[in-house]
């Protein structure tokens, strides 16, 4: 054990057995009196050690501390002045604001001390800086007051001429942006500081922009320019990201219009230099710009630096077409297609190696929003351009031109099988060929390249080549793959065989034994190495903060919590790999059970990645359906088995989560299990799980309040009111997620559930569908009436017959959509179930389903609207479909026929179409096609629309087919008929043809 972790492992244990410790602030003290300099700072780093274990004891104290870290940043000596800041960094970050007030006016001081120690060592200044990004991160508000002193001090050190040790002024800029992340008003309310934060941004960015250099230009074999270019490019990204952080947080309006200025001045100047910066800001704008007709000017701009003298300024030039179609795509490829694609084929003579890589890189992103009709019309011209770069030039150059060539396949899925055969063979050979240590990156494009035109191309076309693509993909997997966990080839490979999984199904089996010993060692690495000493602190403090942090710094915390390193990433898309083989695989994954539930089990419980943890849990209920579905011989035991040790050990891990959207996921995991578990609970076990889903509902609830409360507190800042809005936002959601865990109960437990129901309407629903509460609690009321209704219906809760139906009519002409669609969909059910009971509702029903119709389309997207109309239309069906008999249906059926045909909710639009074929044929077709037939166009130009689509199924195709063939047969309905179908395109007149011949035969 080094001294390091002694010391720790001594504080942890004074901290435990010292819980009253009332001499130690009387020897700190004398630490600190001694005037002895090296046990001054000892009693300075002792605090700031101490501090989160026993804050406690230090509380009394208040005023010592301010005396001792005042006196220590005025000190002569540099260690003092570092240990004092670091000390103060310590005390702030775990005292609650209201202590943290009568600290602030040492801001100045803090600056200024840094600064000197800035001067004298830069190594001891980078400690100090490190210090307030520990603050800013921590209590932001502790700057509030004196910001000023905060922004001069950073922009006097990022206008310092003399600095060695880099990121220095990375560190200082980083300082700003994260004030601005976090109180984002103080810049909303003050644009010179925007426009003075954004000149320190463009200064950072061309002092870090170098001289064009014959190795910038023509790179090495093998160069990596996400992880070995740290030189300028390094600087230049640094400062895109910041400038993309302050749009997000400060806002489009303000924020644009200054970058807009700026970059039209630097646009100006003869230095190529702030032209490159200016290019490369315009880069970080496109997500930004509310209308695609706004990016015109800049696309022309853009177009036309592409031929510039300077190989920098065509470099940026390409970097912004790269980047709008990253941030804009599909539209913005939709609309400049035609200017932007012919201008990077035109760039792909560049007499820089450098540049032409970037502008195959920028194709390469174009092509990937690029529609399918898009990317047909130009798929011969790009591919003649780009493949003779697979055999010539730097890595760098063929790596980029594999990568468009695979965004090219992607992009034009089944347009490319008749370019398949005549080019799997080149990638092939350079994958084979290129065998030394620089070309690792370039093998893994070729993987990607290979296995992306095969998924497009599909299954019988890649077979004829699979077996020696998987041989040499197992050869690389087995010899070439480094230890380093940056070996290039690694992540390309863990995809690779993902799509050689999904283009071969369940032929890929035999290949499995290739593939999951090397995925199982990835996660199996990670899940056995002990937890770095950092980690286990961050691990730690975590949980101690949970009882004596405010909701905003609990939700901080949880933020930075998660420790989302290489290896962590690696080991998420490990476990989405092996999801992907049990989706794919299905019963065939039977004999990789065991070793894969070990696995997923362990990694559902590993403390340190709540993504890792997530992942693991989204397994869970495919591998049940891999035995429920499997051959083995006592399947329903080894189901019923698994599935209780898999929810025990979700309930056991979800309990111990405190991130809504983590405990989301578990939630649907919990929810899928027991959809494909069936009945399989007793009733103690019912009650068991009833009380922990009312746990997940009142944690929840109590979170929810907390973060009101807090919003309530006078210092709470507009900003932090914000993020908890976000907050409970998120558990909102897990309300809704929970309801669809009940739902499942409701479903396959019926009457064992009903004390569950009763506890919901006396304890849940009386609450969440009282008119104050948000749209999103309202939908939680409303999905779980929806499901009582659907699963348990009125014989078993008649009781609550009142309630649900008052809350049904009540919300169906909600403004917001989905509370409408919710209520709707509940009417539709209670129609179908409630039957005789509903009779005496079902007139007001109508009147209310029908005043839905009428609301307007607000700002809700077309699919969300469209959705929510199509569950009121399938609502007015199935109260005719239930109880027509009793209604005067001559006006109804009608209106409800021009509301038709049904879009967006593929469920519910075939039911209801399939369901006026049954009026028509089996009722009476006057309802439908009017008296004199007149509706009869409408109704054939609906049905050819939507059959052969997914609006559509085998019925109604036959029982269309049906009417046809009963219209053709008599003479007063055959030229009705034929007059329907003169104005109907060829297609659909040949689909007429074809239903006419059809079997109508029903089995």
Known sequence: MNLEDEEEENNQKYSDEHKNWPELMQRLKELWGSNIESMMESSLKIMATLFSFVSDEFKNFKNDLYAIFKSGMESESLDIKLASIEALSSWVSIIDYKTCKQYEDLVPLIMNTTLIVLDKSEDKGVDCLSSIVDLVESEPKFFKKNFD???????KICSAKDLSVDGIKQMAIQIIVSMIERLPTIFKENHNLIKDFLEMTFAYMIESTEDVTPEWINPKEGFLED???DSDNAGVKFSCHIIDRLICWVGVNPTLVI??????TMMGSPNWRFKFAALMALSQVGEYVGELEELGPIVALVIKFLNDDHPKIRFAACHVIGQLSDDCEPHFQS???????????????DEAPRVLSHALAALT??????PKDYVKEYLELVLNELFPFTQKGISIVRENALSAIAAAAEAAGPFYAPYFDKTVPIIYNVLKTHTQPEYKQLRGQCIECITLMGYSAGKEQFKKYAQDIIEILAEIQKNDISSDSLDPQRCYLLSGWQRICMIMEEDFVPYLELVLPNLFKIVEQVLTTKATKKEAEEESQFSLADKRKKPIDHIRESSKKNNNTFEYEEVDIAITMIRVFITELNKHYINYLKPTMDLVLRALVYPMSDKIRKTAAICLPGLLLVVKNSNHPNKQELKLTLGQAYLATLWLTVEKESDAETILKFVHAIKDCISILGKFMPEDEIKDTSLRILKLLSDSDLRKLENENYKKVEDCEKEEIEILNDDNDQEEELHVGIA????MLFKTHKELTLPLVETLFTHVLSKVLQPGLSDKMHKFGLCLIDDMIEYLGIELIPNQWPLISEALLKYVTDKTWFVRQAAAYGIGI??????????????????KLFEALAIPKTNEKDFHYGFTKDNIVAAIGKIIQSIGMKLDVSELIPKWVDQLPIKYDIVEGKKQ???????????????VLGPNGEKLPKIVTLYVTIIDTKMSNDNIAKKFAQFLKALIAEDNTREILQNACKPLPDLQKKKIEKLLSMDTNTK
């Open 227 to 229: 992880i070995l270019d």
């Open 365 to 370: 992103n174009f092509l990937e929003g690029m």
């Open 149 to 155: 002193y905060l922004f001069q001090s950073m922009k």
């Open 913 to 927: 179409h399939e369901f006026m074929l049954d009026i028509i044929l089996k009722w009476n077709a006057a309802l």
């Open 259 to 264: 970058l807009s200025t700026m970059v039209q």
């Open 740 to 743: 669809e865990l009940i739902g």
């Open 830 to 847: 209670l129609a179908l179930k409630g039957k005789e009971l509903f009779t005496d509702i079902a007139q007001i029903c109508l009147v």
């Open 335 to 349: 609309k400049y297609h035609q200017d932007v694609i012919p201008a990077l084929l035109g760039k792909l003579n």
